[in-house]
Nanobody, 115 residues
Framework: QVQLVESGGGLVQPGGSLRLSCAAS????????MAWYRQAPGNQRDLVAA???????NYADSVKGRFTISRDNARNTVYLQMNSLKPEDTAVYYC?????????WGQGTQVTVSS
């Protein structure tokens, strides 16, 4: 059984920063890709950023230059540093991990960007 637990969401003013964390626990031999998705009310869940086991990264165009994804393989943890936040970044952010051919999702953490 694998669990992904996210933390770090909250309310921040436009231009501010937040750092999300997601720790995987359970029966884990190795983690392949890890990623962050987000879903705003009435919208589909979209990819924000992804990172491979070899630390290759991919970002949505809307967050390039503002967000940075990283991972700590020893801690089975993925991070999302979010800078220069905008109101349109408001959404529930979900952690994703591909482990042993299976896909796992976290429970989601709310990020609200508002003055």
């Amino acid at each position: 059984q694998v669990q992904l637990v996210e933390s770090g969401g909250g309310l921040v003013q436009p231009g501010g920063s937040l750092r999300l964390s997601c720790a995987a626990s359970g029966s884990i031999f190795s983690i392949n890709a890890m990623a962050w998705y987000r879903q705003a009310p009435g919208n589909q869940r979209d990819l924000v950023a992804a990172i491979t086991s070899g630390a290759g990264t991919n970002y949505a165009d809307s967050v390039k230059g503002r967000f940075t994804i990283s991972r700590d393989n020893a801690r089975n943890t993925v991070y999302l540093q979010m800078n220069s936040l905008k109101p349109e970044d408001t959404a529930v952010y979900y952690c994703y991990a591909q482990i042993g051919g299976f896909k796992y999702w976290g429970q989601g953490t709310q990020v609200t960007v508002s003055s």
